[in-house]
């Protein structure tokens, strides 16, 4: 009996934890979360917007120009209701394969990468920020006042700091469903599990599903322009079923970045904006 016991708490320890640097990497607050209507049984599985759908804005539809000050754009939001698909050993056609590699090798040339997000919770509350990325493994998120939350990846441990209550939490890198993003060398259908291709005439979306024994299924949907080929937005999709949407402008990858920027140091309680 003690034993069970034990596992069961250290499971939902883990689960606690890496419930928590999903949302921390899908930008999103706990307390979002618990406002947010109780999900569906099943996890879904994110595909692409259909054409023409509302919300979308010029900035999503032309080429994102490195340098020009953009407006924030509308975040796509999947569909609610989408489906699990019926297999889980999903195929893929040519295409599909030719589209998936293509956006492994845009991924794979991004050293650096600064811009502006727009996220979305599970609650439908928007917020925005800075983010700065220096591949591998590093990035950080900025949030607008007067959200006090930064979170910093310096390629092994993340950081998710709130200023007004001076505090720090860790959580390895690793468990984090963005560590892909953050690769050097990604080749999403020999590295990831991708379950799902789609396109239209503004998105190719790539969704990639992790299944943990501990945890449970989490997915992240990656969604590229479909003209342009750059990263636009993407959406997590916790064990909970609870999406939070991520939408990116005002890219940058010409400019260097401070590695200050990405330090983590458990003694520092003042948390400097960078």
């Known amino acids: 009996m003690a034993s069970r016991f034990s596992l069961s708490f250290k499971r939902v320890a883990f689960a606690r934890a890496a419930f928590a640097v999903t949302a921390a990497?899908?930008?999103v607050s706990t307390s979002a979360v618990a406002q947010a209507p109780i999900p569906p049984q099943s996890i879904p599985v994110p595909k692409a917007a259909p054409k023409?759908?509302?919300?979308?804005?010029?900035?999503?539809?032309?080429?994102?120009?490195?340098?020009?000050?953009?407006?924030?754009?509308?975040?796509?939001i999947p569909d609610p209701h989408r489906n699990v698909p019926l297999s889980i050993f999903a195929t893929f056609d040519d295409k599909?394969?030719?589209?998936?590699?293509?956006?492994?090798?845009?991924?794979?040339?991004?050293?650096?990468?600064?811009?502006?997000?727009?996220?979305?919770?599970?609650?439908?509350?928007?917020?925005?920020g800075q983010f700065f990325i220096q591949k591998p493994g590093k990035v950080r998120f900025e949030?607008?006042?007067?959200?006090?939350?930064?979170?910093?990846?310096?390629?092994?441990?993340?950081?998710?700091?709130?200023?007004?209550?001076?505090?720090?939490?860790?959580?390895?890198?690793?468990?984090?469903?963005?560590?892909?993003?953050?690769?050097?060398?990604?080749?999403?259908?020999?590295?990831?599990?991708?379950?799902?291709?789609?396109?239209?005439?503004?998105?190719?979306s790539v969704t990639i599903e992790e299944r943990q024994l501990l945890t449970g299924t989490s997915r992240l949907m990656l969604m590229v322009g479909a003209k342009d080929?750059?990263?636009?937005?993407?959406?997590?999709t916790d064990p909970q079923g609870y999406d939070t949407t991520v939408a990116v402008y005002n890219l940058d990858t010409s400019r260097k970045i401070d590695p200050g920027m990405f330090k983590i140091d458990m003694t520092d309680r003042t948390f400097p904006p960078g």
């Open 25 to 27: 990497f899908g930008v």
């Open 229 to 236: 080929g750059q990263l636009k937005q993407w959406t997590v």
């Open 143 to 204: 949030y607008e006042t007067p959200n006090p939350i930064a979170i910093v990846a310096d390629g092994s441990m993340v950081a998710i700091r709130d200023r007004n209550l001076s505090t720090q939490d860790l959580y390895p890198l690793s468990q984090t469903p963005l560590r892909y993003l953050l690769s050097d060398r990604i080749d999403l259908m020999k590295d990831t599990n991708v379950v799902s291709v789609t396109a239209d005439d503004l998105f190719v």
């Open 96 to 128: 599909q394969k030719a589209q998936a590699a293509k956006i492994s090798t845009y991924l794979s040339s991004l050293q650096t990468l600064i811009g502006n997000f727009v996220q979305v919770g599970p609650d439908g509350s928007k917020t925005k």
């Open 52 to 76: 023409g759908r509302e919300g979308v804005t010029d900035l999503q539809k032309g080429p994102t120009t490195a340098g020009a000050t953009q407006v924030a754009p509308n975040p796509v």
